[in-house]
């Protein structure tokens, strides 16, 4: 938290700072600066015999935003970034010397980041530097799925919330009319009167990946489930479907080498997990995992969420 705050309070020196420069004349430097004794090559202050380096500076106002980074450029700026660094220095220093590098709640936290860090450097090491998609598997995997490539003719009601959207659902579900469902309940006023007809849409002008995602995987006539997005709850039915052509490729390779790397890197992870399981012994209880008591009345969670919100407990379907 407290580095939190000092990168807002730094942020709004900075954004001050660097206006107020603009105007300035400089030639007071010394001055600030607490002198003009030349230190070694790169050191720009020392702290308690600690030196505080051009590099140290770089990552400071990187850890920032990269205005910081480019307002460097700005004797002032770099003066109130030393400036902070150094703070920060006396801080830990202090701190200690009193001890609280044995602080529970430091030592707690230290072990958290260190997990996350692991966590990433595992993933990094073992997943993401080892996926390494040729132009021939992007290629093979659109010649393979040329069908849900191209483009769909796509109709959609588009509801305000999950209940809502899982009434209709059901309806559609049941056999009514998709378009008369669309004009009765869909908030979507560009294509209710239509019936919900978006007309063809091409998989590489498809801008949300969730929508995309379910729309493409459809077949001709089916509907899709619930799919959530910035703009609601959303129900499909696709009504026709064009394949993608040869032509199509080189337009869409970009799109589909990510798409295609990070389906790999999903696919190298789940088997890594799956592996690690597999070579492990790996207990869990679930009376005590339905029991446990998490609620700040001392309530498991799904009693909890009966009392605040009276709604029927079940167990998840995912």
Partial sequence: MLSYRLKLVLLTVLAVVFLSACGEKSGKEGAKSGGTA???AGVLATVNGKDITVDDLKAEAASLSPYAVRALANQDVREKVLDNLVVKRLIMDEADKQ???????????????????????????????????TDKTVRDFFDKNKQDLGSVRLSHILVGSEPEAEAVLAKAKAGEDFGKLAKEYSQDTKTRD?????????????????????AFKLKKGEISSIVQSQFGYHIMKVTDKKPASDADFASMKDELTKQVTDQTKKDTFEAAVKGLKDKAKVVTYKEAIESAKFGPDGAAPAQQATKEEGVKAAPSAK
């Fill in 194 to 214: 239509k019936g919900g007809d978006l007309g063809y849409v091409q998989w590489k002008q498809f801008g949300s990946a969730s929508l995309k995602d379910a």
């Fill in 38 to 40: 030349k230190g070694a």
């Fill in 99 to 133: 001890g609280l590098a044995k602080d529970p709640e430091v030592t707690k936290k230290l072990d958290e980041l260190k997990n996350s860090l692991l966590i990433e450097m595992y993933v990094k090491k073992n997943i993401v530097e080892k996926v390494n998609v």
